[in-house]
């Protein structure tokens, strides 16, 4: 299955001026019926009789359990958000590819004497908490950085 990412393009020439992102949330239909499901099982958690003297009240009445899943969708379109966990905007991709920013060592395609270390330069978003990743990138950066400089 292939799940599209999102985007960050330039807006303007102007190095300074803020990008185009575009996160591409709930565009797969994977990820669709993912939302709607869970939000259905959530309807049918609170509905449940163990939980009757501690929900106060329903949820927000703009959707309910007769909602349609296209009710459901639009309504997790509009609420939904992320945070902490950005990455993947300066792609590593294989030596040679036109896709991507960095070769596989870390360098910026097509630039001299430039490397990135961080979150950004996974290909694709992890799934699992990123920063033990960004610690491996580091060590490997670190190594590669050694190497170039012919320490031992
Ligand atoms: C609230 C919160 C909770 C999180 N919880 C977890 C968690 O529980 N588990 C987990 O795995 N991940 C967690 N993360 C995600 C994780 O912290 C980040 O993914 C990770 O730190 C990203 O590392 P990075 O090196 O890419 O960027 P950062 O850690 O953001 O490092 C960027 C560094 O660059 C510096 N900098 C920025 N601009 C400049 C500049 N112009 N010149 C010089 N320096 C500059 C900044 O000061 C900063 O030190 C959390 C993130 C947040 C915000």
Known sequence: ????????????????????INPNYLNHDFD??????AMRDAFKFVASPEFNSLVGSPFENLVTPNST???????????SSTVNHGCC????????ATSGVLDPDL?????????????????????????GAVY?????????????????
């Open 136 to 152: 491996m990138v580091a060590e490997k950066a670190a190594d590669m950085i050694l190497e170039d400089a012919g320490a031992e």
């Open 107 to 131: 360098r910026i395609k097509k630039v001299e004497g430039v490397r990135v270390v961080d979150a950004s330069v996974f290909p694709r978003i992890p799934g699992f908490f990123i920063a």
């Open 32 to 37: 669709n019926a993912a939302v709607v499901t």
């Open 1 to 20: 299955m292939t799940v599209p990412g999102g985007s960050v393009q330039l807006k303007t020439a102007k190095a300074f001026d803020p990008p185009l």
């Open 69 to 79: 899943d296209g009710e459901l969708l639009t309504y997790a379109r509009n609420v």
């Open 89 to 96: 905007t300066c792609a590593m991709s294989p030596w040679g």
